[in-house]
């Protein structure tokens, strides 16, 4: 059984705060949920990463981002925002799904942050801290490899700065 198999089994939970995660897979797939009107389905991008350092070293967590089937990305969307993270901080030529591909983050490092999901039952009150578990909220600027350069040397100046002396931000 794989890693994103496990998680899948038993989700993982770990405390909040920021931690440095390599994704490890990045699908697109149709998720269920219950609105108001009943049930529907959305489409999302799933992103699975795995934790790099610190004592959960090799725990898997998802992240998922909604994306349009059709049509444009929004430039304000977690999804456009965070690819253009995974692209060197650089803008795609168009904001399309098929030019703008879940394959940019495999692969990559970056420094995110971990929330807690707390379910709720239909009546409103929140599930056991059995059912909790942990998600990938933030994705933020690409974290330098442990030994070596700088990846894409090609890049603008200001993004090799923040790979070499750490981001302002």
């Keep these: 059984m794989d890693k994103i198999e496990e998680w899948q089994e ?3 939970k770990i405390p909040s705060g920021r931690y440095t995660l390599r994704c490890l897979k990045a699908h697109k797939g149709e998720i269920w949920y219950k609105g108001r009107g009943g049930w529907g389905q959305t489409s999302k991008a ?3 990463f795995e934790v790099m350092d610190g004592e959960h070293c090799g725990k898997v967590l998802p992240m998922f981002l909604p994306i349009r089937g059709k049509g444009p990305i929004p430039q ?3 999804y456009f925002t965070f690819w253009c993270v995974a692209n060197g901080l650089r803008h795609p030529e168009r904001a399309r799904l098929k030019e703008m591909p879940l394959s940019k983050f495999v692969g990559k490092v970056f420094d995110a942050e971990v929330v807690d999901v707390k379910p709720k039952w239909n009546n409103g009150l929140e599930q056991p801290a059995f059912f909790h578990y942990s998600r990938v ?3 933020s ?3 330098p490899p442990k030994d070596g350069p700088a990846p894409h040397r090609n890049v603008d100046p200001l993004i090799d700065f923040w790979w070499t002396e750490g981001s302002p931000v």
């Design 137 to 139: 909220d933030l994705l």
């Design 46 to 48: 799933i992103l699975w």
């Design 141 to 143: 600027v690409l974290s």
């Design 10 to 12: 038993h989700r993982t």
């Design 76 to 78: 304000g969307s977690h």
